[in-house]
Structures are given as structure tokens and as C-alpha cells.
């Protein structure tokens, strides 16, 4: 790989942290993970991210970049050599962008409202998140033109700002039996996963959803415990 003086603060579990370690992949830079507890606000993450003190940060030599996809542009930007990340067509560009954003602000939040939901309202909850994953069914269509990919033949922009969420989305599916990833109602985004965790550029980035039910667990009972 391609030696530079890159280094990641966050954690493995995070699926923020993920989406810039899987662009790194792409582009074949290598990398030091300084790992850090995405609960704690420690001195090293204050001071690289003093706006909204949380993982993960890009240190390019003296520069400091911060949230996961402005990272995943500046990566796509920098480091040329390798496939584009971006789309390099101005239009697909824009829906990318859009998705990715649709991902962020609607859809991947629902996830933290499930956590604590219970009865109808996790039913309405699980109900929205079903939603969404049909509005990405249609944008997977619309976006790979028939192709393995959001991005074509190879894992693009929308492909790393959604894979980050995939092994949490998985873990759902076992722990609560949400079948989220139903390949009878999502057919092209079930075989899009299972790409993924098969693709030599991100399949060892795609966690297991069994480790990441445990550590959901140990963080439960941490968390109960301190309340107590």
C-alpha cells in the first residue's frame, strides 16, 4: 500500500469511522487507527474536533478533517492515483450527495430512537426504517445502471456512506428480528450486502454482526449499571 502520514481517531465499531477507512481502502493509503471511546470526550478529540467533539478525525500530516463524508470527499480529492470514489459526472454526483445526506439526516437516526423504543412506537419505528430501505432499493436501481454497485462496477461514494451502516443494520436483524434486509422486498440491496462483505476493497471493514451485538450488550449493561 501506499505509505503516507495518515492517521484515523475513532473507533472500529463506528460506522462513521468505517465509512473513512473503507475510502482509504479504496485508495490504497495507508493508515494508523488511533483508537478512541466515542463515549468519551478526551483532550486529543476536543482539540481535533472542537465544533462537535466526535469521531471520526482525518489527520493528513499537520491538517485535521472532520465528519465522515466530508472526510470520504477530501480522501477522494487528495489521493487521485487511485479509483474515483466521487462520480466523476456532475448529475450523479448531486444524487449521490443527496442520498448520502438522505442516509445522515432521516434514516440512520431512526436506528437511536429504535434503541430505546418499545411496542408500538419501536413497531412504527422498525416501520420507518423498512420505509427507507425501499427508498434505497429504488436509488440502488436508479444509481447502479445494472451494475454490481451504487458506483458502477466498483464501490463508490453511496456504497461507503450506506456499507458503514450495514453491520448495525444486520445486528438489528438478529436481535429483533426487524427483517430490515428482506430479500423479498429489497432484492437488489440484499445482493448489494452480500457484494460487500465478498469485495476485496471493503470486505474486511464490514463487521460481524454477532461481535457488534456483543458489544451493544456490554455497553447496555454499562449503562444500566451507572444509572443504578
Known amino acids: 500500500m501506499v505509505t503516507s502520514n495518515v492517521k484515523v481517531l475513532g473507533a472500529w465499531p463506528s460506522p462513521f469511522v468505517s465509512r473513512v477507512r473503507m475510502a482509504l481502502k479504496v485508495k490504497s493509503v495507508d493508515y494508523e487507527l488511533i483508537e478512541a471511546n466515542p463515549h468519551e470526550k478526551t483532550e486529543l478529540l476536543i482539540k481535533s474536533n472542537p465544533v462537535h467533539k466526535k469521531i471520526p478525525v482525518l489527520f493528513h500530516g499537520e491538517k485535521r478533517i472532520c465528519e465522515s463524508l ?3 470527499q477530501y480522501i477522494d480529492e487528495v489521493w487521485t492515483d487511485g479509483p474515483n470514489i466521487l462520480p466523476s459526472d456532475p448529475y450523479d454526483r448531486a444524487i449521490a450527495r443527496f442520498w448520502a445526506a438522505y442516509i445522515d439526516e432521516k434514516w440512520f437516526p431512526l436506528f437511536q430512537l429504535l434503541r430505546d423504543a418499545q411496542g408500538e412506537e419501536r413497531r412504527a419505528v422498525v416501520q420507518k426504517i423498512s ?6 432499493e429504488g436509488a440502488f436501481v436508479d444509481c447502479s445502471k445494472g451494475k454490481a454497485f451504487f458506483g458502477g462496477n466498483n464501490v ?7 456499507a458503514g451502516c450495514v453491520g448495525w443494520t444486520r445486528a438489528c436483524d438478529i436481535l429483533l428480528g426487524a ?12 445482493g448489494w450486502v452480500e457484494r460487500l462483505y465478498s469485495d476485496s476493497s471493503v470486505k474486511d471493514l464490514m463487521p460481524d454482526p454477532h461481535i457488534l451485538i456483543e458489544l451493544y450488550k456490554k455497553f447496555r449493561a454499562m449503562s444500566e449499571a451507572a444509572s443504578e
Open 70 to 72: 466530508i472526510i470520504v
Open 131 to 136: 420505509e427507507g430501505l425501499s427508498l434505497l
Open 156 to 162: 463508490g461514494y453511496l456504497d461507503i456512506a450506506l
Open 179 to 190: 427483517k430490515f434486509l428482506d430479500e423479498t422486498k429489497i432484492p437488489h440491496l440484499v
